[in-house]
Nanobody, 124 residues
């Protein structure tokens, strides 16, 4: 059984930082493309950052230079370091895994496994 469990969300003021973590079980993160998505109220889910099996990374333009995706395959864990947070970053953040290696962010329907989400709220 595959499980992705996110943690690290919370409430911060604009300019603050948070580090999200996603612990995977039942899959090998070294063999999956991994990504972080987010969904704000009344908005569609969008890919924020993705890392493929050879370590190539892609970011949503809006977060480039502020967010950093990484993974520790020994711990089967995906991370998202978020700095200089803005109120527009407020959303539920989800971890996702795709058994098919891909480059780029991809669409949500391409991903096979999802976590339950962790809420990030940024106040001005």
């Amino acid at each position: 059984q595959v499980q992705l469990v996110e943690s690290g969300g919370g409430s911060v003021q604009a300019g603050g930082s948070l580090r999200l973590a996603c612990v995977a079980s039942g899959i090998d993160t070294s063999r999956n493309s991994m990504a972080w998505f987010r969904q704000a109220p009344d908005a569609e889910r969008e890919a924020v950052a993705a890392i493929d099996t050879d370590g190539s990374i892609t970011y949503l333009t809006a977060v480039k230079g502020r967010f950093t995706i990484s993974k520790d395959n020994a711990k089967n864990t995906l991370y998202l370091q978020m700095n200089s947070l803005k109120p527009g970053d407020t959303a539920m953040y989800y971890c996702a895994a795709d058994e098919v290696d891909k480059s780029g962010l991809g669409d949500e329907y391409e991903y096979d496994y999802w976590g339950q989400g962790t809420q990030v709220t940024v106040s001005s």
